[in-house]
């Protein structure tokens, strides 16, 4: 299991090519991948912020529950900070198991954690000025889902 947050931005291709290559005795691999998206009003970057030290031990700890509970071979979240450009890379979750359900159930467990509960601070910095990200109901409602 692997789990970096970083500010340098990464090949999610690469990323994957090397994380595919290290598992052993999987017979699923996932991955998603996400990109900053422009906005209405047009974004001119978003700033990540977080707490280090924090933050790579809470998603270190929801990284070991999916590999738990899924039983999955290996996981590798990446998450990145700072300034972002529209289009660059911020995040990318990869998990592998014997079988397919498996790693898409724990891949989407990782990204429900990530998008509504991961320690990360996101501002959107647009034309008209800048303002923090705040949490949807709609990835309150997704993570809910894991719990039952």
């Known amino acids: 299991m692997q789990v970096r947050v970083q500010e340098a931005a ?4 690469a990323e994957l090519n090397a994380f595919t290559t290290r598992v052993d005795g999987a017979g699923a691999v996932v991955s998603f991948s996400g990109i900053v998206r422009d906005r209405e009003g047009g974004l001119r970057h978003m700033q990540v912020e977080h707490y280090p030290g924090m933050t790579e031990k809470a998603l270190a700890a929801i990284a ?3 590999v738990a509970r899924w039983h999955l071979a290996d996981a590798l979240v990446i998450h990145r900070y700072g300034d972002l450009a529209v289009g660059a890379p911020i995040m990318m979750v990869a ?15 990782l990204m429900d954690y990530l998008k509504s509960r991961a320690p990360f601070w996101k501002k959107e ?15 309150e409602a997704a993570l809910g ?3 039952s």
């Open 95 to 109: 998990t592998a198991a014997r079988h397919r359900g498996d790693a898409f159930a724990a891949a989407e467990f």
């Open 64 to 66: 070991g529950e999916a």
């Open 125 to 139: 910095i647009t034309s008209h000025g800048a303002e923090w990200v705040a949490a949807r109901d709609a990835d």
């Open 10 to 13: 990464f090949d999610a291709g």
């Open 145 to 147: 889902r894991w719990t």
